[in-house]
């Protein structure tokens, strides 16, 4: 049995323009709906990616609430080992497709990272979150998605990537006939950069 989806992709505009039907696929009646789930992330219709997010940050919040009641079993280190397994791992997969969310969804993921470092260092609830998250070495949401897209698009520029990801950037000189210094080591900089700070995820 397949299991298969119809979805209108593009904005508001774009899709009241589209007429309603149906579509047929092996013998099988499909009807447009708003959002659809593919290997574990939730698409919606204008891309937006609010249903993906608000699902993962209830689920984390639910794990680091079952963390936090236990937390007095554990030490330090196995907190993290614990957090990293059930929390992060769920929270930043296939990150590289959704990190163009809204910058509201991304301050809700960057609530589930505060509440973990909490949980680690056994912080008050008002005690300012910079400073922890420094000492734990732990990236913000905002720039471990950068990290990760910036890795990607590094292995994709230098063919460390399948021809078929690769194939599809194109460099400024490639157009222009132009050679800059920032052509070639953009991506490295600001990989470097990023990784001063110890990530407590790579990629």
Same mark, same amino acid.
């Given at each position: 049995?397949?299991?298969?989806?119809?979805?209108?992709?593009?904005? +508001?505009?774009? !899709?009241?323009?589209?007429?309603?039907?149906? =579509?047929?696929?092996?013998?099988?009646?499909?009807?447009?709906?708003?959002?659809?789930?593919?290997?574990?992330? !939730? %698409?919606?219709?204008?891309?937006? %990616?609010?249903? @993906?997010?608000?699902?993962?940050?209830?689920?984390?919040?639910?794990?680091?609430?079952?963390?936090?009641?236990?937390?007095?079993?554990?030490?330090?280190?196995?907190?993290?080992?614990?957090?990293?397994? =059930?929390?992060?791992?769920?929270?930043?997969?296939?990150?590289? #497709?959704?990190?163009?969310?809204?910058?509201?969804?991304?301050?809700?993921?960057?609530?589930?990272?505060? %509440?973990?470092?909490?949980?680690?260092?056994?912080? +008050?609830?008002?005690? @300012? #979150?910079?400073?922890?998250?420094?000492?734990?070495?732990?990236?913000?949401?905002?720039? @471990?998605?950068?990290?990760?897209?910036?890795?990607?698009?590094?292995?994709?520029?230098?063919?460390?990537?399948?021809?078929?990801?690769?194939?599809? %950037?194109?460099?400024?000189?490639?157009?222009?006939? +132009?050679?800059?210094?920032?052509?070639?080591?953009?991506?490295?900089?600001?990989?470097?950069?990023? +990784?001063?700070?110890?990530?407590?995820?790579?990629?």
């Amino acid at each position: 049995m397949i299991a298969a989806s119809l979805i209108h992709r593009g904005s +508001r505009q774009m !899709i009241a323009k589209i007429p309603n039907f149906n =579509l047929s696929l092996l013998g099988k009646d499909l009807v447009p709906t708003l959002c659809a789930r593919d290997l574990g992330v !939730i %698409f919606d219709d204008q891309l937006t %990616f609010s249903d @993906h997010t608000v699902k993962t940050v209830s689920s984390c919040m639910s794990s680091l609430t079952q963390i936090n009641q236990a937390k007095h079993v554990f030490d330090k280190d196995l907190l993290v080992t614990i957090i990293k397994g =059930l929390v992060f791992s769920k929270m930043f997969y296939c990150s590289s #497709i959704w990190s163009n969310t809204s910058v509201t969804k991304i301050n809700k993921l960057q609530a589930i990272q505060n %509440f973990a470092a909490g949980i680690v260092t056994r912080s +008050r609830k008002f005690d @300012h #979150i910079t400073p922890i998250l420094k000492q734990l070495r732990w990236m913000s949401i905002k720039d @471990h998605l950068f990290y990760c897209d910036a890795i990607l698009t590094f292995k994709y520029i230098n063919g460390m990537a399948p021809t078929n990801l690769s194939s599809r %950037f194109i460099k400024r000189g490639t157009i222009s006939g +132009r050679s800059t210094p920032m052509q070639t080591n953009w991506t490295y900089r600001a990989i470097k950069r990023l +990784r001063a700070s110890e990530a407590f995820y790579t990629t």
